[in-house]
């Protein structure tokens, strides 16, 4: 059997196969005849349909850790034709590698035949969920001794013909021109930027996409491979790069901070015990660039919000055509801004309303209003609120369903800039490594010269070294901890998923709740026990597929993952020690009719809490270069609670009314959390600079948890600055810092030298270069050591000579307590076989606003370093302690 349909979205137009496994068997008069000798492959399965020399590709038992190749063969059909050479053009989706070899097909005469060939394989080990929703159709194939995952992937392959004497040819595509820093009155950018306007792209009836002229200046257009070329080499061009489409990273959680920061034995904490979170701190904006938001939320309301401030210079965008009049931003949400681009297909999509969730989701966290019992259908209950709640927002939708296009980023970047936002909030990322072809790296460039502190999620593609994303300098990069403990009385049937297996399955891939592979009848009603032998992201699959059989809630017996953040925190799931599970098995085995109970929902808080870095956070070191420390910070990331869609029917469990709040996991959630505590550091001390800001945020993280163990991994080891940079986050402590590092224009212009830019280059980047720099000479990617950073990486140590560092500190206590005039001391935490010594050992400052300098030196008592040592400097005047974690490897940039 044989059928043949097409599934019409709003976005794509996919063709299906479907080819039944006995097609052999079926006869159609309009097929051609069986050719003679014919038999089927010895090896058939459904996975090799993948072959058949069909218009589209869908590949299945896709693995992350292996590629899939495949071949198709096309024929000349223009009889007219002497000479026509296709190129291909390619739209990859986030996660995914595709290569087609040849990249150009020459055909001579009509008729003949060529081959190309399509390899796939993905960037990533473990796929997040917000891939396997965004992107593929995912379900269970079959489960032997190695977990199979049928990916249905669609791959469009767009073909374009141009047709010369000399067979030349070019595709085209959306692109980015990148020149540099705006003209200093913000005008209309640099004299270059209007002459390539006029000259080239007026001349072929292009229309650029986007403008770029407030922070920086450059334009998005579609052009052909020639015509990005050509505009590379004009005059004043920085760079010019594809129109890359970035992933999003996708409360309680405040309690929990306010509660971490009390039981801190620092001065800040009782300096701070009267202030309580949701007290009127300022009018700080914060921008956010993400995929918009529901006005209507309740989070939004502007009751007893003072007037807009004046500074405020940004608008708010109604929409054209959904429903434009329903869109109102008021006192609280102070701005939007849409931004579409030519890929996105639906003309409708022209408004700042949130559609997916996930702006809504993270402007509540940073700066909802104060919401009293609020849960998600009884889970994580109480007081919502945001981190900084009298806040303004300001909202740049750049996302849609299909992610966040880099021209689109650009220009909320820009315009955000022009508005006057105080602080950009950006939960999305990609890996690039160059950082003049990153539009994040590009726009919060311009954003912090202008003094905008700029928040950026690491990325979910933990637990993988190496993994963290939007890593430069002049970015707050923040990973996530889980804290959301989050625990309905009943009893149920226990099971284990051996004893509901299907007639045929395999009794491996049953007992591992694998999909197919179990009863329905059987598991429906029941809790199921889950062995677990395909690793953590397994886990969330057996889940899904115990929750489509009508199970009540899934026990997962495993020895190395406890972490449930991949998992809906609507159905339940718990996991337990191999020790524990021999118990409950023996219970099961031992008991005519075995039942286990459902404790009622609670909220767990205070020292019953123990923070672990989650399995999706993405971890350090930094891949451009190992002398930096990222990530920076840590904040919560799992499980948290905040404003969502109203009437959103998928957000809710079946049989139930949409929600208006949910429950969501990423460093989509962390980044917010620390863009909070950013707004309410610039609303109290409004001089403060991006850095010191940062700096605040960082020397006054804690690594301890508060029932006395240190955080550790999803596996339960201990994390390291590679996990969560300096620690994770506190509320109160970053108001109090005592000194701060402050890293200025000429560290990150320093960066730019090491990392390998040019001065000519760096002169485009910036206008704001200070008279007589120039880049240091034979400099290096091991001279980022040096940046005035709050954490200190030293890389390709060799032990054989000593290392020395620098750091500036500047002091910022308080006159109401009178410690202006005061000594910080030095203590070291060094790991064995790396001796640190700091010079001088105190630092006496006599006014607010002084200035120090201290020398750190690292040296070994052995040749090489095993292993990466992880360690900690520490200033304290005994109310202040100011710590910054450190990193020396043996291992050198790339």
Not at 425 to 435: A, Q
Request: overall charge negative; some cysteine; glycine content about 8%.
């Amino acid at each position: 059997m044989r059928c043949l349909f097409v599934d019409n979205t709003n976005f794509l137009k996919v063709e299906r196969v479907r080819v039944h496994s006995t097609l052999n068997h079926y006869k159609e008069p309009s097929l051609q005849p069986v050719p003679q000798n014919f038999t089927c492959p010895a090896e058939s399965k459904l996975d090799l349909i993948s072959t058949i020399n069909y218009p589209s590709i869908g590949i299945s038992g896709f693995k992350g850790n292996e590629n899939k190749t495949v071949n198709r063969t096309v024929r000349l059909m223009l009889v007219e034709t002497v000479c026509a050479v296709y190129t291909l053009s390619l739209e990859t989706p986030p996660g995914f590698t595709i290569q087609v070899t040849p990249e150009k097909l020459q055909f001579t005469k009509y008729g003949e035949k060529l081959t190309y060939q399509v390899i796939v394989f993905s960037a990533l080990l473990h796929l997040s969920k917000m891939y396997l929703e965004l992107l593929l159709d995912a379900k269970y194939q079959e489960m032997m001794r190695c977990f199979r995952v049928t990916f249905i992937l669609f791959v469009f392959l767009l073909l374009s013909v141009i047709q010369t004497s000399e067979c030349e040819t070019s595709t085209s595509g959306d692109y980015i021109i990148y020149m540099g820093a705006a003209s200093s009155d913000e005008s209309t950018g640099n004299d270059h930027h209007i002459e390539l306007m006029s000259t080239m792209l007026k001349q072929s009836g292009k229309t650029p996409m986007h403008r770029y002229k407030h922070g920086f200046s450059g334009f998005a257009a579609h052009l052909s491979e020639d015509e990005a070329r050509l505009m590379a080499e004009q005059p004043g061009v920085v760079s010019v790069f594809p129109d890359q489409m970035l992933p999003l990273h996708t409360t309680r959680s405040w309690d929990f901070l306010v509660q971490e920061s009390y039981q801190r034995e620092t001065h800040f904490t009782e300096m701070n015990s009267q202030q309580e979170l949701d007290v009127a701190v300022g009018d700080t904006i914060i921008g956010f660039i993400d995929s918009g938001i529901w006005p209507e939320s309740e989070s939004f309301n502007d009751m007893h919000m003072r007037p807009v401030p004046d500074r405020w210079k940004g608008t708010c965008m109604r929409g054209k055509k959904t429903e434009p009049d329903a869109f109102r931003c008021n006192r609280k949400l102070i701005g939007a801004r849409y931004y579409n681009s030519s890929f996105l297909l639906d003309p409708d999509y022209e408004t700042p309303r949130d559609f997916l969730g996930h702006g809504t989701h993270v402007a509540s966290i940073a700066a909802g209003r104060i919401i009293s019992d609020a849960s998600y259908y009884g889970l994580a209950g109480g007081i919502m609120r945001g981190g900084s709640p009298t806040s303004r927002i300001a909202m740049y939708r750049a996302c849609s369903l299909l992610g966040c296009r880099g021209s689109s980023i650009l220009a909320a970047f820009d315009d955000a800039i022009a508005d006057r936002v105080d602080i950009i909030s950006i939960s999305m990322g990609l890996f690039i490594d160059n950082l003049l072809e990153d539009p994040l790296s590009i726009g919060s460039f311009h954003a912090v010269e202008r003094g905008i502190t700029v928040i950026c999620s690491a990325g979910n593609l933990g637990p993988s070294s190496q993994s963290v994303v939007n890593a430069a300098p002049w970015m707050i990069t923040g990973a996530g901890i889980n804290i959301a403990n989050i625990d309905r009385t009943q009893s149920y049937s226990i099971i284990h998923a051996r004893s509901a297996k299907k007639i045929g399955a395999n009794e491996e891939a049953a007992r591992n709740c694998a999909g197919n592979t179990m009863n329905r009848t059987i598991v429906e009603g029941k809790i199921v026990v889950c062995d677990n032998d395909y690793g953590n992201q397994a886990i969330q699959w057996k889940s899904e597929e115990v929750k489509r059989l009508g199970g009540t809630g899934v026990i997962v017996i495993d020895d190395e993952s406890m972490d449930l953040s991949y998992i809906d925190p609507s159905f339940l799931v718990t996991i337990v020690k191999p020790v524990d599970g021999l118990e409950i098995m023996s219970y099961i085995n031992s008991t005519r009719e075995p039942i286990a109970m459902i404790m009622p929902t609670r909220s767990r808080t205070g020292h019953e809490l123990a923070p672990s870095i989650p399995s999706f956070s993405s971890r350090g070191p930094y891949l451009l270069t190992r002398s930096i420390l990222k990530p920076d910070i840590a904040a919560p990331g799992v499980n948290i609670l905040a404003s969502w869609l109203i009437g959103d029917l998928n957000a809710a469990p079946q049989g139930k009314e949409p929600p208006l709040v949910n429950i969501e996991s990423g460093t989509s959630m962390s980044c917010p959390h620390v863009s909070g505590i950013a707004a309410r550091l610039k609303s109290e001390n409004p001089s403060w600079s991006p850095a010191a800001i940062r700096s605040a945020i960082m020397t006054t993280a804690v690594q301890i948890t508060n029932t006395g163990s240190h955080i550790t991994t999803e596996t339960g080891d201990k994390a390291t600055p590679y996990d969560f940079g300096a620690g994770q986050v506190t509320i109160f402590g970053p108001s109090s810092p005592g000194l701060v590092y402050e890293t200025n224009q000429i560290d990150y212009l320093n960066f730019l030298c090491y990392v390998g830019f040019t001065y000519d280059q760096i002169r485009r980047i910036s206008n704001r270069i200070p008279q007589g720099f120039a880049c240091p000479e034979q400099s290096s990617k091991g001279d980022i050591s040096d940046i005035n950073y709050p954490s200190i990486s030293v890389s390709n140590f060799n032990g054989e000579e000593s290392r020395r560092v620098s750091r500036t500190v500047t002091n910022v206590a308080s006159r109401l307590i009178g410690d202006e005039d005061t000594v910080y001391n030095v203590s070291i935490n060094a790991p064995k076989g790396l001796r640190v010594r700091v010079i001088p050992r105190s630092l006496q400052f006599k006014n607010i606003g002084d200035t120090l300098r201290y020398q750190v030196i690292f040296s070994s008592s052995t040749s090489t370093l095993k292993e990466d040592a992880f360690g900690s400097i520490t200033w304290s005047n005994g109310m202040h302690r100011v710590r910054s974690p450190f990193v020396v490897t043996s291992k050198a940039d790339i």
